[in-house]
């Protein structure tokens, strides 16, 4: 069976390619491209991530390291990278860090993913 890393690895490759896109953007075409690529990195990690938790730490405890997962991503993540890009705005008058920061973050989050190691287990449950 492949490690689900490498895909998970992929899924975070293609949204920091979008966000070098973004940056570059000069028409409507160019996100388009933004949008596809960000779309498919980003709806690749809904079905990925509970399997790829699930390998790494068992089923017994997907629940827990699951909600865990969303509570930092979604909910933290969600809250104050808002807020921090309109505090990036307001100091700068752009976008333009908030999205290098973005796209630093997404580069190190798929370098990140390649070093998990495999779940050590005699049973797989």
Not at 7 to 34: E, H, I, Q
Not at 110 to 118: E, G, M, S, V, Y
């Amino acid at each position: 069976m492949r490690d689900a890393k490498y895909l998970a690895f992929l899924g975070f490759f293609f949204m920091a390619l979008s966000m070098a896109v973004l940056m570059m953007t000069d028409s409507a075409a160019s996100l388009y491209v933004y949008a596809v690529l960000f779309g498919f990195g980003y709806g690749s990690m809904a079905p990925l991530m509970p399997f790829l938790l699930a390998d790494r730490f068992g089923r017994h405890i997907m629940g827990s390291a699951y909600g865990l997962l969303i509570f930092f991503t979604a909910g933290l993540g969600g809250s104050l990278g808002p807020m921090l890009a309109g505090f990036i705005y307001d100091h700068y008058g752009s976008y333009a860090h908030a999205w290098q920061i973005n796209l630093l973050a997404l580069v190190l989050v798929a370098l990140l993913i390649l070093k998990l190691k495999p779940r050590h287990s005699p049973e797989r449950s």
